[in-house]
């Protein structure tokens, strides 16, 4: 289903550089929360929007071939992650076998992948994260103070909201390298 809306910010311009290893610069499912957390941080991001923006995965499906070195080969014990809930991973073992199509879809977030929620926070909070990037988010105290407020309620504090904070960090995300002027970049057609 549909998530929140909001206006995508227009006017910019395309840059004349294209460059395949500026994609190493780029978050891997394989990186540490440290490693996230830097690569968001030099692009303007802070842990909120690293938090929030991996929410993205509330939507879609990701590939065996991301899982298997997870499920089958996790260091330093070389077996499965054992971060994974204990209910979920054999599951994902079924949908992933050792030498199964590497290729073969799954949804990303577990049991609600056509649905825009909060549920994947909820899932990254319980070890149902699909992608190791995403348990990773449990591994800082920061990151993990961050899911953890989108299910606390107190007194003191009023509980923020994942659509709100989403559309936010959407926002500020597409302001990255934003070319602008004359001489930084054309409008392609």
Known sequence: ????FYKVETGRRDGFVSNKSLANRMPDFRDSIQLLKHKFFEKGLNDKDLVVLSGAHTIGTTACFFLMDRLYNFSPR??????INQDLLPELMDTCPPNGDINFRLPIDH???VTFDIQI???IRNGFAV???DAKLMDDPVTKRIVDSYFRVTNQTIKPSFEADFVHSMVKMGRIGVETGPKSGEIRR
């Open 111 to 113: 049991n609600s992948g």
């Open 1 to 4: 289903s549909f998530g929140p």
């Open 78 to 83: 070389r077996g499965p992650d054992p971060s």
């Open 121 to 123: 926070l909820e899932n």
């Open 131 to 133: 992608l190791q990037s």
